[in-house]
């Protein structure tokens, strides 16, 4: 089975940068990925990492060390809107498997 | 515009009346899925389909049946509601690379 932790919620200022973590436990790994959920809309895919390292995509970035199985989401200059949750997941051949999610509070 | 769609996208019921929650999507993909999302639990997947005729068991397939006679389309079906059923459901659907996932906009049933 799969099984991830990630902390519940986080919060932060505008303008700052916030780093979300997840760990996993997975009987078959074919990948880590990242969904932002806004209160009462669909989670939207943010990032995959298959492969050990950092991934970029504008002020998102997201890291996996498969050794450690171990990763996380950085968010950077931070803006209201990124107030979210912030789920990771882990895949294998055939299925998603998600954390709780980490909600995320961004004030002024 | 690629999308995955769901209906309807709010549904209050009694306990025991069948209902089916539909799902098709446009993007020419080979699986789907249907989550369910309650408070604190996070997303739990209920049933997958890796291609037409080809369904198998999530993590929480009880109490619901799923069919995918056509590649666009994976319907939910409740044959017998009960309240433990009462969430949050989204659909989704991916080509080859399962982490990356594209979700319905969620259907709300309320089981009475």
């Known amino acids: 089975g799969q099984s991830l932790e990630q902390p519940s919620e986080v919060t932060a200022v505008e303008g700052a940068i916030v780093q979300i973590n997840c760990t996993y436990q997975?009987?078959?790994?074919?990948?880590l990925s990242w969904y932002q959920q806004h209160d009462g809309g669909a989670p939207t895919f943010l990032s995959y990492?298959?492969?050990?390292g950092l991934e970029e995509t504008g002020r998102f970035s997201s890291f996996l060390s498969r050794s450690d199985s171990y990763g996380y989401l950085l968010l950077q200059e931070l803006q209201m809107k990124d107030s979210a949750s912030y789920f990771c997941?882990?895949?294998?051949?055939?299925?998603?498997?998600f954390g709780k999610g980490t909600m995320l509070l961004v004030s002024p | 515009e690629a999308q995955v769609t769901q209906n309807p996208r709010y549904l209050i019921t009694v306990t025991g009346k069948k209902l089916t929650v539909t799902c098709s999507q446009n993007?020419?993909?080979?699986?789907m899925s249907w989550y369910r999302q309650d408070p604190g639990l996070g997303l739990r997947q209920i049933y997958y389909?890796?291609?037409?005729?080809?369904?198998d068991k999530g993590d929480v397939p009880e109490g619901y049946k799923v069919s995918r006679k056509e590649k666009r389309n994976f319907p939910l079906i409740l044959e017998s509601p009960s309240p433990n059923q009462t969430s949050l459901y989204f659909c989704?659907?991916?080509?080859?690379?399962?982490?990356?996932?594209?979700f319905g906009p969620g259907t709300r049933l309320l089981v009475l």
């Open positions: 997975t009987s078959g790994f074919y990948g």
């Open positions: 997941a882990v895949s294998d051949y055939s299925t998603l498997t």
């Open positions: 990492n298959a492969l050990d």
């Open positions: 989704a659907s991916s080509g080859t690379l399962r982490g990356t996932q594209y």
């Open positions: 993007m020419n993909h080979e699986y």
């Open positions: 389909s890796m291609n037409v005729e080809v369904t």
